[in-house]
Nanobody
Framework: QVQLVESGGGLVQAGGSLRLSCAAS????????MGWYRQAPGKQRELVAT???????NYADSVKGRFTISSDNAKKMVYLQMNSLKPEDTAVYFC????????????????WGQGTQVTVSS
């Protein structure tokens, strides 16, 4: 099995910064992509940012220029540096990973972490 564990959430004032981390572990041959999603109360889960194993990134328009996603493939880690935080960034942030579990398995598997709360006060 594969586990994703997020850390780094918390309470911060508007304009502040936080750095989220996510560690992947378990039966992983390779990580194809990792990403961050968020879900605010009463809203659907939405994409925040993704990064492929080759380093290509994609961001939601609402976070472009403020958030930066990065990864360490060797450590199976993904990070989200969040700057200039706004109250509307308040949500539970979830880590997501698209992995290949075994060298001889052509299937790709998708996993989610348990989420970490980010609260931005005005």
């Amino acid at each position: 099995q594969v586990q994703l564990v997020e850390s780094g959430g918390g309470l911060v004032q508007a304009g502040g910064s936080l750095r989220l981390s996510c560690a992947a572990s378990g039966s992983i041959f390779s990580i194809n992509a990792m990403g961050w999603y968020r879900q605010a109360p009463g809203k659907q889960r939405e994409l925040v940012a993704t990064i492929t194993s080759g380093g290509s990134t994609n961001y939601a328009d609402s976070v472009k220029g403020r958030f930066t996603i990065s990864s360490d493939n060797a450590k199976k880690m993904v990070y989200l540096q969040m700057n200039s935080l706004k109250p509307e960034d308040t949500a539970v942030y979830f880590c997501n990973a698209d992995v290949t579990r075994f060298r001889t398995d052509i299937n790709r598997y998708n996993y989610w972490g348990q989420g970490t709360q980010v609260t931005v006060s005005s």
